[in-house]
């Protein structure tokens, strides 16, 4: 069994989700789909959309105060802001600079973490070495993402995401509770299956790659759905062995909002009954980075997770990143 040198908790939870609603009846209007299909393949309703004057780091800042006083701690006590996007404010500074800024938590460091819909797992993973190495003690780790600004709506892959930021407290924890184990894995040969082309230092942007719709994401669908539900299965095996237990041990599993169908068939893959997967895309769509806390915050707060809880964390995205995480809850 795995052991990080001091266990890690999660303390506090937040999450915010703009005001405006799309729903499914709207973007069949304008997109050659039903909102029978995307409802029956996506498990989505409808989705939140930001306003044009709110950015990433506005969903996420108002996600990371709730954290805070959720965790009964003040801004000044947190260490380090960690903040998981795949769209930040700016290629510079980091989002998490600018919501260090926003909620006046002078005292930490900040910076971003790039792994898209897997960003929330791999930026917990990063929080609890600093915490179990004894560097810092209480670390915030936000997920946040506005894909409607990368989305181009004539495109039939409008439907999967909506807008919403999500956050968490890590902190030191006794033996017997916190994070058991995590397994992260990486596979750059996926790269080109989901991507926004233009923007960095390969396209830059121009009035041509403006033209060619070249700043909005780009998704294979089918890779995304067949790569999701080969790879999660194996995240999910390998994690339960790194900490000693089976399927039949997992109280809820809390995982990425991708799509209804890719969860089922990834619950199926493990012997997982399906009740056990917690979900909610059916309000919020995809939101990326912010799947996972802004699910998390819902049923922490609803008083569905209970103290020894085993949860179950899951995710894949671009890149491909992919990987899982167990704790017991405290």
Partial sequence: MKQLVRNVKIIGTGSYTPEKILTNEELSEILPTTPEWIEENLGIKERRIASENEFTSDLAAKAALSAIQSAGLQKEDIDLIIVATATPDRLAPSTAAIVQDKIQAYNAVAFDISAVCSGFLYAMSVASQFIASGVYDNVLVIGADTFSKITDWSRRDAVFFGDGSGAAVLSHADEDNGFLAFKLYSDGRGKWNFTVPAGGSEIPASKESVENNLHYFQMNGKAVYETATEVLPIAIQKVLEDSGLSVDDVDLMVPHQPSI??????????????????????????????????????????????????????????????????????
Wanted: hydrophobic share 45%; no cysteine; glycine share 12%.
């Fill in 261 to 330: 169908r890719i969860l089922q068939k990834t619950a199926e893959k493990i012997g997982l009954p399906f009740s056990k997967v917690m979900t909610n895309m059916d309000k919020y769509a995809n939101t990326s980075g912010g799947t996972i806390p802004i699910l998390l915050d819902e049923l922490y707060r609803a008083g569905k997770i209970k103290k020894g809880n085993i949860i179950l964390f899951a995710a894949v995205g671009s890149g491909w990143t992919y990987g899982a995480a167990i704790i017991k809850w405290s």
